[in-house]
Structures are given as C-alpha cells and as structure tokens.
C-alpha cells in the first residue's frame, strides 16, 4: 500500500469516528439543560472545586454529603431542578446558575470520588463562569470520551480481518452514550474508556495470535499504548473500575483462546505495559480505600432492599432487567424522559440482527463466546447489586451497564470479522453496515427531537409550541441543533458504509493475492 493511501486509511480510521463521536456529544451537551443530567449537578460542583484545589472538600455537622466551597458566578439554587421529575414542565422555570439569590457552597454526595476524570474536564471552569462553564466542562468531556472511541476504532479497523468491526463500533454513537460523553459525568468517560478498551485488546490479542499487522500498519507498541490509557482511565474512572478491568480483560482473553494469552504473558516487553496498567489501578484502589470513596451505609429510604442479603438483591435485578435495559437504550434525564415504546424498535432491531448473525453465522467456539459475552453482559450488574445490597439497597441503573453492553456488540462484529465460519456471510458486511447505522441513526434523531420537546415545552404539550411559544431555548435554538443532528447522523451511515466497503474490498484483494 503507497503512503498516500496508507494515510487515507489513517485518517478516516481515527479523525471520521473522532468528529463523529464529538459532534454528538456537544450537541446533547448544548441540547441538555444545565444539571438535567442525572447527578451532574454533584459532579460539576466538584469539578468547579477541585479545579481550584479543593481536591475533595470537607464536612459539616449538620449536612450529610461533603460540602465544597464554589467561587463567584457559580452559586448553586435547589431551584435549578424545578422541572426535573415533571416531565410536563419545561426547563425555562430554572434560574440561572451563578445568579442572584445562591449559595457559594455545595453538598456534594461525590466530592471524595476518584479526582482523575474531574482535573480532565474541570478546567474550563477557570475560563468562563455560570452555565457557560458547565457547557464548556460538558464540551470537555465529549472531546475527551470522542478521542477515546476514534482510538478504538482505529484499533478495531487495523486488523486484516475487520469487515464487521465498522457496525459493531458505530453503536458508540447511540443516544444514551453520546448523552453521557456531553455530560459531567465519568460515566460516559467510563464507557469510552471501556469501548476503547475492548476494540483495541480484542486486536492486541490477535497480534499474538496471528502476527498480523493489518493494512494500517498499526505497529503493537500502538496496541499498547491505546490498551493502556483506556485501562488507566478506566479504573479511575469510578469506584468499580478495577473490577470493570478484570471483566473486560477476561472476557478478551477467553474470546481469542490459550495460544494468544500465553504468547502475551511470556513475551518479556508485555509486563513493561502490564506494570504501567497496575500502577493506575493501584492509585485507583488506594484513592478508594483510603480517600474516603467507598459507600456508607444507606438508610431505608435512600434505597431499595437497604439491608437485603445477596439472594434478595440479585433477584431483584433479574426481575427489573428489562428496565435496565431500557434505561441503557434511552432514559433521559432525572428518569422523566422515557422514550415512546415504538422509538425503541429500530435499535432493538439493530443490535437483534447482529446478535443472531454472531450466533448463526460463526463456528461453535465463537457461538459459544458470543453467548458467554451476552450472559457477563446480565449476570456481572445482578451479581455486584447483590453483593452490595446489604450496605448501599438497590441503586444500579442501566447506563451503568452501557460498558458491558458495548462490549458484547465489539465482541460480536469481532468474531463475525474473524471466524472462518462466518466468512461466507462476510459479503453482507458493506450491505448490512448501512441498514443497521441507518436504524441507529435514525433512533438517535427521534430520541434527541424528542427529549427537546420534553425541555423546551414540556412533555404533553401541543407541537406547535415548539416555534410559537418555547418556554425554553438552548444555545443556538433547538431548530439548529435538531437539522445539526440530522447532518451528524448522515455522516454516520454514509462513513461507516465507506469504511465497510474499503476494508471488504481491501480484504478480498489481499485473499485473491493469497489465491493467486
């Protein structure tokens, strides 16, 4: 391959992805009233805090979370919350943060969480003040999870067989992530880490397996690299991450087998990279240890089954798993947004055809995986809930789950890409990959058009408000945003289905070479 293409193949394998996952990200951070995004207003004041040095904040008598101290222009009302919970209230009731009538303090209930993710998106905080701050922190973190995500598809697409991985890597951009990565809050960051993670092991494995530097040349130390700060940020990036790690890096190592895992582990280089992953989850293990992080006792009323054992718990989340996963798909705000019951059909439709390819089409071992992948995918949240029940009740919900979820659909579109079964269905890739992004896309329009309804004239109300009496406008006016969207979301299909066509192609051409 000449240089000229090579550095094609690069850019439309990092930089697409990367101004795609972006630009989602900062229009649901501009379509997104300031704190609607459940627990934001926690996680920004800490942010605003420690970017000034209040690294976790300290305790009052009579206030139950850790209080930290907000500068001038960022006092905090309890009113900036009138509409959450009424989803027939719109967000213009809410006054304006840092404005007249606030306190300069906030009892934040996670100002000893882990301080890595809040130092990467807190320091817009130190250029502007109010809400534009909070929208700057916002545009923050959709650069920072975009980068994340652009690495892991360049990592998912570098491999010589990677004709599936353009579809199983687009679902990044559904509605629920794309909100999470514009929002302050290091679950999106989490799940960025966590999809970065699994794209890019997934194919470090595979190049001890099969000493394969694919088409992008993408050399192992680069494999390293992008393995290891997705790890490091994934660890960090709430309590649960070193437990997160083990799952993902299990499962990987399950799904590309024995010959792989023992090449890594006796290759004398790997520790060098291994050392460097232990050393960011051990600062992680130590900031919860003894930063004060780990979860006190609830009472009876902040929870479900507050003091239920482990049976009761897990069984609890086996009965509300439908929920959860409607949750993970699209539950905006403070749990007053759920999408229509039809919305929905067109991702379910999605993520249910590349299921039943991966179960169908592949071999029995990669069938096997699959299913493996999909029940880690249920069990881990039901067994961890109940595990934890008698101290913190019930408090799982679906976004945190979203790591897991993305997960099974890399790992799915990785053993189509790469099972010799599969291959006589590898034709379909290039026409597959434009239906499902166009069912995604089209899932994540609707649901953003929607939850700017819900926000802008309150849920219940006649459309025609929308243009003639909007009780509340984000920046720039939700017209602009919805048609910005519509244009992402074109993007989308179109790159992706490029992308499939130039690595079935390239993959045919390199079989033919072989042939001949």
């Known amino acids: 391959m000449s240089g000229g293409r090579r550095s094609g193949r690069h850019s439309l394998a990092f930089v697409l992805p990367f101004a795609i996952t972006a630009l989602f990200g900062i229009l649901w951070a501009l379509a997104s009233p300031v704190f609607s995004i459940p627990d934001e207003n926690a996680h920004a004041t800490k942010a605003i805090a420690q970017a000034r040095g209040q690294i976790v904040g300290y305790t009052l008598p ?86 994340f995500v652009g690495l892991g598809y360049f990592a998912a697409t570098s491999g010589s067989q990677a004709r599936w991985m353009p579809v199983g890597m687009a679902f990044a951009a559904a509605p629920m992530t794309a909100y999470l990565f514009g929002a302050v809050n290091p679950n999106g960051a989490e799940v960025a880490a966590a999809v970065a993670l699994w794209a890019a092991l997934l194919r470090l494995l595979e190049s001890f397996d099969r000493d394969d530097p694919g088409p992008l040349g993408l050399p192992r130390a680069g494999l390293w690299g992008i393995v290891v700060a997705a790890a490091v940020l994934l660890v960090n990036a709430r309590a649960l991450g070193p437990l997160w790690l083990v799952v993902v890096v299990a499962v990987c190592l399950v799904a590309v087998g024995w010959r792989a895992t023992r090449r890594l582990f006796t290759t004398a280089t790997s520790y060098v990279w291994i050392g460097a992953v232990a050393v960011g989850g051990l600062f992680s293990l130590g900031w919860t240890l003894f930063g004060g992080s780990l979860s006190n006792q609830a009472e009876a009323s902040d929870a479900p089954l507050v003091n239920g054992s482990f049976l009761q718990g897990f069984a609890y989340m086996i009965r509300t798993m439908p929920d959860h996963l409607q949750q993970a798909l699209g539950y905006f705000g403070w749990f ?78 990785w053993l189509l890409s790469r099972d010799r079964g599969a291959a006589r269905i590898g ?47 984000p920046p720039g006016g939700w017209p602009l945003l919805v048609a910005a969207y519509a244009a992402v979301s074109a993007l989308l299909v179109v790159g992706v289905w490029m992308h499939s066509r130039t690595i079935a192609r390239g993959e045919s051409m390199a079989r033919s070479g072989a042939d001949a």
């Open 62 to 147: 009579d206030v139950r979370h850790i209080v930290v101290d907000l500068p001038a222009g960022y006092g905090y009302s309890q009113d900036v919350l009138c509409y959450a919970t009424h989803p027939e209230v719109d967000a213009g009731c809410a006054p304006e943060f840092g404005g007249a009538d606030t306190q300069p303090w906030f009892n934040t209930w996670v100002g000893a969480y882990n301080p890595v993710y809040y130092f990467l998106i807190g320091w817009p905080s130190l250029l502007m003040d109010g809400s534009a701050a909070i929208y700057g922190m916002r545009i923050a973190s959709a650069l920072l999870c975009a980068a």
């Open 427 to 473: 034709f379909l890739a290039p026409r597959m990959t434009p239906l499902l992004g166009a069912a995604l896309a089209g899932f994540g329009l609707l649901a953003f058009a929607l939850v700017l309804v819900r926000y802008v004239i309150g849920w219940g109300s006649p459309l025609g408000e929308m243009l003639a009496d909007p009780g509340w406008q």
């Open 336 to 413: 007053d947004m759920p999408l229509p019951v039809w919305v929905y059909w067109p991702i379910v439709g999605a993520v249910t055809v590349l299921l039943v390819l991966g179960l169908a089409a592949t071999g029995r071992r990669s069938a096997a995986v699959a299913v493996g992948v999909v029940a880690v995918a249920l069990l881990v949240p039901a067994l961890v809930q109940g595990y934890s029940v008698h101290q913190t009740g019930i408090i799982w919900q679906g976004r945190y789950g979203l790591f897991l979820y993305h997960g099974v659909l890399i790992v799915v579109a």
